[in-house]
Each structure stands twice: as C-alpha cells, then as structure tokens.
C-alpha cells in the first residue's frame, strides 16, 4: 500500500512541490490562483445575463466584450513588461487593486460607458478562465521557483487548483441566485451581489501579492542546491526514452531557430484563442438560458460540475505528457473535445446538451499545464516574464473579435453555428500543431 501511495505521489508529482525553492510563494500563488478563478468563476455565468438585464442589445455586448479583451491586452502588455522592473509583487498587487475597482463598478453602476470603462480599464473575464496579467507573472515565477524537471507537475496543480477554483466560484453564484429568487428578489439584484463577492475577493488577493518574498522577483539568486540551465546544455538523456520526448525537458535549438518557433506558436496559439473566444463560458451560459430557458441556478452548478471534472482531468495530464510528450497529449485530448463542442451546439435538447458539455470539460483543458512548461522551457529566465506576457496579449488579441462575432450570429438567429465553428477551429488548430512539431527535438 505504501509503494502505491509513493507512485501515485510521483506521477502527480507531489514531490516538486515540496522540494521547490519556496514551498510557502508556491503555496501563496496557488491560494491566488484559487481565490482569483473562484472570482472569474462566479462572474462567468451572469455577466452577458446581467449585461442583457440592463437593457443591452446584443451587438452592444459584443462589443463590449471586444473592448474588455483590447483592455485586457493594454494592461497585460504594461504589467509584463514593467513587472521585472518595477517588481513582480507589486504588479500583481496593482493588478488586484484593478480587479476590485471593477467589482465594486459592476455592483454599484448599470450604465453602458461605466461598465465598459471598469471592464477596459480593470479585469473582467467574459470567459471564466484566466485573463489580465496574472497567469504570464504567476507562471514565471512558479517556472523559477522549481528545477526545469518539476515544471510540468507544480504548472499541473497550479491548473488543477485552478479549476477548482473556478469551480466554487460557479456554486457560489448558484446559491446567490437561488437564494434570491427564494426570497423573491430580482436577478438583477443577485447578480450585483456577485460582483460585490468579486471584489470582496480581488481585495483578499492584494494582500496575498504582498505576502510573496523576494524569491519571485527576477533577480533572486539562484539556490545553491539548483543547477543553472546552462550546465545541462550538453545533455542529450531523454527522460522517457529515444522516441518519445519528455514534457518537462528544455529545447535545444539555436536563439535563430528558437525565435521563429516561438512566433510560429504565438500564431498557432492565437488561432486557438480567436476560436476559444467565440464560446466562453458567459456565452455558453447565455446559450443554454436562451435556447432551452434552463434555469440561471441550474446553468450555475452545471458549469461547476464541469470544473470538477476538469480540474480532475488535470491531474492526469503529467502523467500522459511523460508518455505521449507534449504535443501528443495536447492534441489526443483537444480533437475528442471539439468533437464534442461541436455536437453540444447541435444538441436537440437540453439533457443531451449539458451531457455534451460535461463530456467535453474532461478534455478540453488538459494541456494547459504541458503547454506552460513547454514555453517555461524554451525562454530564457530572464526574459521569461516579458515572453509570455508576449504569447498572452497575441492571444487576447485574437480573440478579440469573437465575442462581436459570436454575438452577431445570435442576433441572426445563428447561435449553434457559434460552437460549430468554434470546434472546427480548434481541430484545424491540433492538426496545425501535430505536422509543424510533431518531430520538436525535445531533449533534457
């Protein structure tokens, strides 16, 4: 039972953690991971319901949910490129400081050019997912915190605490809702009540920014027991074996070369988060309510149900990446999803639609993490933060027009052809990234 227990810590790689340089900043990002996501998480399902409340058109919230994006991008881009600098704890602080001012504008404040500046200006997810600045800082700082080896598994439970997250911010919105329609209170006036728990936890994450130490910023030094990462230069040891390259290893490629492969992934990268956009998990709420009337509650636990299975899906995927390698596991995972994001947009009716939808969360996440440990490995230390920074705001960029289009369709009467084409986008995006790097020399 013991030897059990010890392979099952060791595939999750539990290890890592306790062994990074900073298990107490490990531990600390991990809590702002949880609470910030638990934040997007209870926003996600209301924000296009509360939005159409106030007396919105369809093609207004469109292009409000652009002008987020395009905000998105600005602060990203300013807090990335300035965190090194000005310091990594004090950007995340500010960052926090901007999400409660937009909490605290959503709560108070129903017109358009209000909102539309708390939401350009500070941090809203239409998505539920990550968005602004915090996951390119986080994400370095956990890639510093840890030998190149122990990447892909702190990078795992950095997701998979994630979606946990995400997932009891979505049960908090159903019980917020629920209990005011029990009480026979508008929606409307659940839905502000959310937005004030979202700033209640943007203030909580100030503190915790503050808390990190000086280990996370650039220029700490590095532990006497690790090895610097041009030591191993000359390695060529695959962890796994000859044929099959490890998810965590570094790539050994001219600056050139390395260079071009990282604007090729921004483009590939980008092509999926156009795609991503045009079904966030506010649209896929406002979907389900629309289309079948399903109830805000209902909608609510659903979408946690679906962070449950995708935080739990997450823990496997370190696993599969020392198996398959990195872009096999991203892509024999991503195409089964799309399939079935797909077939949810068809769905006939609501019981099948939300098996679909369910169905679909097992799968669709499970690469983040061998993704971030990928490009954790292919930047510099030094330029780590400024680089993914990069790679975030050429994603939020891209998807930028899709919540206009998204929208648009639905003012047409076309809301299924929205994930129709969502998943169509994504499966062209795997193949994409299976015949350019399919034979990627990655080697520890």
């Not at 389900?288 to 609510?300: D, K, Y």
């Not at 990928?374 to 030094?382: D, G, N, R, S, T």
């Amino acid at each position: 039972m013991v030897s059990v227990l010890r392979l099952l810590g060791r595939e999750l790689g539990l290890h890592h953690i306790r062994d990074s340089h900073s298990p107490r900043d490990v531990a600390l990002l991990v809590v702002s991971r949880f609470v910030r996501l638990a934040g997007f998480g209870a926003v996600a399902p209301v924000l296009l319901l509360f939005l159409r409340e106030s007396g919105f058109s369809e093609r207004s919230i469109g292009g409000f949910l652009s002008a987020t994006l395009l905000g998105d991008v600005a602060l990203s881009l300013l807090v990335t490129w300035s965190a090194d600098l000005l310091g990594r704890r004090r950007m995340l602080a500010i960052g926090s400081a901007l999400m409660l001012a937009s909490g605290v504008a959503f709560y108070f404040s129903d017109e358009y050019f209000v909102l539309l500046g708390a939401a350009i200006f500070g941090i809203i997810s239409p998505s539920g997912n990550e968005t602004g600045p915090f996951s390119a800082l986080e994400q370095a700082i956990l890639s510093q915190l840890t030998e190149p080896e122990g990447r892909v598994s702190l990078l795992m439970w950095y997701a998979v605490i994630g979606y946990a997250g995400m997932g009891v911010g979505n049960l908090a919105t159903s019980f917020v809702v629920s209990s005011f329609d029990q009480a026979g209170k508008s929606d409307l006036a659940a839905y502000r009540v959310i937005f004030l728990l979202y700033g209640a936890i943007a203030a909580f994450k100030v503190a915790l920014s503050f808390a990190l130490s000086a280990k996370c910023e650039v220029d700490a030094p590095t532990p006497p027991n690790s090895t610097p990462s041009s030591a191993n230069e000359g390695e060529r040891q695959p962890l796994i074996n000859s044929r099959q390259p490890p998810a965590d290893a570094t790539v050994q490629i001219p600056a050139p070369l390395a260079v071009g492969r990282l604007m090729t992934l921004c483009l590939i990268f980008s092509l999926d988060s156009f795609a991503s956009s045009l079904g966030t998990g506010s649209f896929i709420a406002y979907f389900l309510r629309t289309t079948f009337a399903a109830p805000i509650a209902l909608i609510a636990q659903v979408m946690s149900v679906t962070a449950v299975t995708t935080c739990l899906s997450q823990l496997a995927a370190g696993s599969l990446a020392k198996r398959l390698g990195v872009v096999y596991t991203m892509v024999c995972t991503h195409v089964p999803a799309q399939v079935f994001t797909i077939l949810f947009g068809l769905a006939p009716t609501l019981p099948l639609a939300l098996t679909l939808l369910i169905a679909r969360s097992c799968l669709t996440s499970m690469d983040s993490s061998v993704r971030g440990a990928f490009l954790a490995a292919v930047i510099p230390k030094e330029s780590r933060t400024r680089f993914l920074g990069i790679i975030n705001v050429c994603k939020t960029l891209a998807s930028t027009p899709g919540p206009t289009l998204s929208l648009a369709l639905v003012s047409l009467g076309s809301s299924r052809i929205v994930f129709v084409l969502m998943g169509s986008i994504k499966i062209l995006y795997n193949v994409i990234l299976l015949v350019l790097f399919k034979t990627a020399p990655l080697q520890h």
